[in-house]
Nanobody
Framework: QVQLVESGGGLVQPGGSLRLSCAAS????????VYWYRQAPGKQREWVAI???????NYKNGVKDRFTIYRDNAKNTVYLQMTSLKSEDTAVYSC??????WGQGTQVIVSA
């Protein structure tokens, strides 16, 4: 497996936007599907978006209208574009292909 690094998190106001990046150190022909997960304070980790090799996607209920997962193969990167952010979106976000280890994630805080 290749190494993955998440970035792009930060502090934003409700209604704001962030784009998270999941950058791989190289190409892996078996890397897909890739999941974005999040874990909020005091809650269990949950998946929020998935992208498959054929570029099909799935989203958790409640984020489909606001989040978009996509990839740039030339950059070996999967993105999560988040808009209309709410306080309940506050969490540590991680990307993870099936069979890969957990990384450090990137923290998103939505607060006024």
């Amino acid at each position: 497996q290749v190494q993955l690094v998440e970035s792009g998190g930060g502090l934003v106001q409700p209604g704001g936007s962030l784009r998270l990046s999941c950058a791989a150190s190289g190409s892996d022909s078996s890397i897909y599907p890739v999941y974005w997960y999040r874990q909020a304070p005091g809650k269990q980790r949950e998946w929020v978006a998935i992208i498959y090799d054929n570029v099909r996607t799935n989203y958790k209920n409640g984020v489909k209208d606001r989040f978009t997962i996509y990839r740039d193969n030339a950059k070996n990167t999967v993105y999560l574009q988040m808009t209309s952010l709410k306080s309940e979106d506050t969490a540590v976000y991680s990307c993870k292909p099936v069979g890969y280890s957990w990384g450090q994630g990137t923290q998103v805080i939505v607060s006024a």
